[in-house]
């Protein structure tokens, strides 16, 4: 199963924190993503590679998805 | 020049009070805020004791500071600095500016010292230098809580603890019981003078080129940070989000930056903070306001940020958000920098663990870290061996702590562990007061892009970086979370300097006049510590040479020799030697001839 995990503001957008999702074929990451899910200033790590909206996902890829952020 | 006032000069010496214009050209040139205060220091404080009467405190704001502007309550607090004896500056959300700013001023100058406890009363045109013995000696929140009294609490206070009044290194400013400026010892050096507080209030108002425009471009600015669809969860989070986020990319500060990953993460991060939240504050002219109140293990109210957090709960080993709370509020109450703070309780427990001193110190102890709080601020027992810093504590204390003594250039490395930030650590490094995140920012690019590389464009989005946030934002001298942390458009701010000012600025000036602010701190520090250089570049020995040994980065470390490569490309894009020295055509290309003459002559 792909895992998401959805960090900060992007967790009440895609409605949790974590995800898992059955793929029988890899698919674009966006797809699996509500329409209103952000397009810019995020941090997407495909098994902890930096991806993007456009990256493949596949039944066995963990992906992280964050704001852009700074500790204050 | 609109949308500028004047500068006060006050001497606690002989009680001279001046009033100054200040120059169009020193406007443009380094447009105010932590511009303002480089260029006074550079001219006027030369080869000083940082604790001696001849240091000047400098509270400088800039053109946007203090105006109905999204987030635009901040002060600059600068002077030599006691802890690193260089360049030395903290930001500060406070009333202060605002009505420093509606008494007709932009800077504040003090010099000399007081024959005896005092603080300075600005209300408008009145500026007195007036008796302080019924509040020296209180901590930060019973002095506010007295000086409201007696002043009102329609006032700006900016005041020191009893750290800053023992002149403690790692003492920091305090106002409003929760806000704090001044990280490398400018509480060391208000208290110095014998000054426990500046009390303002201003009933003018600044006189902008464009009242109109500047009034409707700032309701359209606040309206954008509202609709941002980050808002709601900043709201319910702020900074702590970071919490969460630092522990899943293993650069959470933990056991003294050991490792990046802490075991008990989710009993302190953001969703803890809104499950205990009490109540909010944050700084003037703000409609995000970042500090989340919960109450403390003890009942009191304490304001957290992710720095106090990330530095007093995973990096000494607490595990409790409402001890944490304790701690931090401890802290706020002596007027200690949190930061520091952390660092040092860290340094104390890895001492006591590898047995380098007798006291028993386990990670996490609360009571012992309570103790530690007082013990620092006061310089006696076991702070006395840290309230220096931690440099000067392993420097005392030997025997291989300086490798891990966290710090950059004597400032205390605040709360992101680069053990696999290789970017970060090179913008620590860079920072131009010491480690220190106001300036140093590349790790969320970092981590999106490619942590793992050494390349020349993330040394070239570090300097972008320096030049938007340690340049342009702490000389406008307004906050950048905005932009930071809900993407409010950077492109407001020189519409918002136009409307102020009268004058356009493109990025490209702007970027130039960061530039000189940093080549002119870079020679502050050369000027006054002859041996400063490359050497002073470098992030603690910790990162190149032990691996974490948790978590996803496990095995992790900073390969220095690539490193070295990174501080080679850094010095060339800023046009300096490899030693780190600016050179002389940069320095002329900056307007800044004859800064080379003082520090080589």
């Known amino acids: 199963m792909a895992q998401l995990k959805f960090f900060g503001y992007l967790a009440d957008i895609a409605g949790t924190r974590t995800k898992e999702v059955r793929l029988e074929k890899p698919v674009l990451l966006r797809e699996l993503l509500p329409s209103a899910f952000p397009r810019e200033n995020i941090v997407i790590l495909i098994d902890e590679k930096p991806g993007h909206l456009e990256s493949t996902v596949t039944n066995e890829s963990k992906v992280v998805m964050m704001p852009v952020l700074s500790g204050g | 020049m609109k949308g500028y006032g004047k500068l006060l000069r006050v001497n606690l010496s002989d009680g001279k009070i001046t009033k100054e214009e200040i120059s169009d050209s020193m406007k443009r040139d380094f447009l105010g805020g932590r511009g303002f205060a480089v260029k006074l220091l550079w001219d006027e404080v030369k080869h000083v004791d940082p ?275 304790l701690l931090n509020r401890l802290a706020d109450e002596w007027g200690l920098d949190t930061i520091s703070l952390g660092s040092a309780i860290g340094f104390l427990m890895e001492a006591s663990e590898k047995g380098l001193i007798p006291e028993k110190l386990g990670w996490g102890d609360f009571e012992a870290a309570q103790r530690l709080v007082a013990e620092i601020g006061k310089g006696e027992g076991l702070g006395k061996l840290v309230s220096r810093g931690v440099k000067v504590a392993s420097e005392t204390l030997g025997r291989g702590s300086q490798r891990w003594a966290m710090h950059v250039k004597g400032l205390e490395i605040s709360a992101y562990n680069c053990h696999a930030c290789p970017g970060m650590a090179l913008s620590f490094a860079t920072s131009p007061i010491g480690a220190h995140h106001k300036d140093a920012w590349v790790i969320s690019w970092e981590i999106s892009t490619d942590r793992f590389s050494y390349n020349k464009a993330k040394v070239e989005k570090l300097i972008e970086f320096q030049r938007i946030r340690g340049g342009f934002f702490e000389s406008a001298t307004v906050c950048r979370l905005p932009w930071v942390e809900v993407s409010f458009g950077i492109n407001w701010y020189p519409e918002y300097l136009e409307a102020i000012t009268g004058e356009r600025r493109t990025w490209e000036e702007l970027y130039t006049m960061g530039d000189r602010i940093y080549n002119l701190i870079r020679a502050f520090w050369k000027r006054e510590i002859p041996e400063f250089g490359r050497k002073w570049d470098y992030p603690p020995d910790r990162w190149f040479e032990e691996p974490h040994s948790e978590g996803k980065m496990k095995g992790i470390k900073i390969d220095r020799e690539k490193y070295e490569q990174m501080l080679s490309w850094y010095y060339e894009l800023r046009g300096w030697d490899q030693n780190g020295i600016p050179r002389k055509e940069t320095l002329d290309a900056l307007g800044l001839k004859g800064v080379l003459n003082e520090i080589t002559g």
């Open chain 2, 51 to 325: 604790l001696s009467e001849k240091n000047k405190l400098i509270f400088s704001t800039g053109p946007l500071s203090g105006q109905l502007l999204p987030s635009a309550g901040k002060m600059v607090i600068a002077s030599k600095s006691p802890l690193t004896g260089g360049y030395g500056d903290g930001n500060i959300g406070t009333m202060a500016s605002v009505h420093l700013r509606k008494a007709g001023y932009d800077v504040v100058v003090v010099e000399g010292k007081a024959e005896k406890p005092s603080y300075l009363l600005i209300e408008d045109e009145s500026v007195k230098v007036v008796d302080a013995a019924d509040f020296w000696g209180r901590n930060t929140f019973e002095a506010q809580d007295l000086l409201e009294k007696k002043h009102g609490r329609n006032s700006g206070i900016l005041l020191i603890g009893p750290a800053g009044e023992n002149q403690i290194p790692i003492s920091t400013i305090m106002s409003q019981k929760g806000r704090a400026g001044g990280r490398p010892g400018m509480g060391a050096v208000m208290g110095s003078k014998n000054l426990k507080a500046l009390v303002v209030k201003g009933t003018g108002n600044v006189s902008n080129f464009d009242e109109a425009r500047l009034r409707e471009m700032g309701k359209k600015g606040y309206d954008e940070i509202k609709a941002k669809e980050s808002y709601d969860f900043w709201m319910k989070q702020g900074t702590m989000q970071a919490f969460e986020w630092c522990n899943e990319n293993a650069c959470l500060p933990t056991f003294n930056y050991k490792e990046g990953v802490f075991e008990f993460s989710k009993e302190l991060d953001g969703y803890v903070v809104e499950k205990l939240h009490a109540d909010r504050k944050g700084c003037p002219m703000c409609n995000m306001q970042c500090g989340h109140v919960i109450k403390d293990s003890s009942g009191q109210s304490s304001e957290l940020d992710y720095e106090n957090v990330g530095m007093l709960g995973p990096n000494i080993g607490m595990k409790s958000l409402p001890q944490v709370a």
